[in-house]
């Protein structure tokens, strides 16, 4: 049996700042009107490879770690990262720019094993228990995101996923273990009224389209067995770009897109600009916006950009037009009186409002190693060039001669080779490069490394923080 813990006192002037929906809005229990601005915590509970310069994926990566370290110093470690990650000093910061919501993507594992299937591990709420209240003293709102299920949702390393394949929607047992772990989460904070809501299942990949509606309708019922009151916030299939699979909408619930603009990936060559062959301007982004919430418009429920925000390269001229297109989407979002959570946090320097110093412990002893994976273009995100491109565009072209009927998963042959490619065949032995990068630290040597993704280590991007402020 869980404890809860105590919910934080109200902040400011808020007598009940329960989050419920009003229409194609949010207010508060007594009616005050509520616009959700703020950040995703990518790279916290939820590792990515990009976000913290390691490669593959997070189990794969944290197994490495840990034969290296050993336990003691591979707890030691990971409880440091995950503690100075996010602290007051960063809910400070994101309170100061006005901002008053965060999104807190987590992994299952913290919270169950797959050797031990149901058996909730109590020591996982530590740092989610940390965060939700320090977040609350702060006024500022928190969204519990689930971004790796059990047997993997989608197809890519974000959802801790080791191969291509999107095991969750064709075994019943991984379904039942998130619909248990969403019992045990939504009865340990169903008091806390600083918990906006409950974000279940994060870009979901239902290649059949048959099981995500059925599985809403399961999770919001066993939720509202345990916690009738908070909100759902559902994301569209297909990476939460598509809802057409959708009837009516649950009640209480927001239906979430990603609004990734294509002109923001590491591979566009500028902004306005050509991406992948297609002209890419204001108007075209505002057609891709008006495009992925359209369902929302014709239910007359809220709209939630749960991610969105560019790449950048450290090329200033590129750099520049990330900006602008940053501009132009929070205008977007402004007049359309979204909510939004820009994508990400804080990280190594490619996506962060907050990243860290070159002359960090951390950067100083990964930065030839993260050059490496650059180099070599072992992860698609923020290195779409390198050797591995080499590789895949023979592969594309033989694919496309040979197998001209060929529909590949997730979005293109070339995504579906990236994966393949970058994060698999190139990411499994540079994991066992990137842990080996820990023998022979010593304690202080790995709380130096945790330590360097302190907000007072780090570097604001203050012009962002500031469009932000004013989104």
Sequence with gaps: MTTTPAAPRSHGTIPNPLLRISGTGLTTHDGTPVRL?????????????FITGYPGNEDAMRSAVRKVLGERRYELFFDRLLSVFFADADAALLASKGLN???LPVNYRHFEDDARPFEIREEGFTHLDRVVELCGRHGIYTIIDLHSLPGAQNHQWHS???THLPSFWTHPHFQDRVVHLWEVIADRYKDNPWVAGYNPVNEPADESGQVLP???DRLATAIRSVDPRHILFLDGNHYSTEFDIFGDPIENAVYTC???ARAGFARSTGYPGHTDGVWIDKEQVEEAFLRRTAYMRRTGTPI????????YTGDPVRDEQCGRLLADQLEIYRRHEANWTIWTYKDVGLQGLVHLTPDSAYDRHFAAFMAKKHRLGAEAWGSPGGAARELVRPLEQILADEFPGFVAQPFSTRQWLDVLIRHIMLGQPLVQEYAELFRGLGDDDVLALADSFALDQCVQRDRHLDMLANG
């Design 37 to 49: 601005r703020g950040a995703g915590l990518g790279g916290w509970m939820n590792m990515e490879n």
């Design 101 to 103: 919501c965060l999104r």
């Design 160 to 162: 801790d996923n080791p």
């Design 214 to 216: 059925a599985f809403y």
């Design 258 to 260: 990603h609004d990734y």
């Design 304 to 311: 939630w950009v749960g991610e969105f925000g560019p790449v």
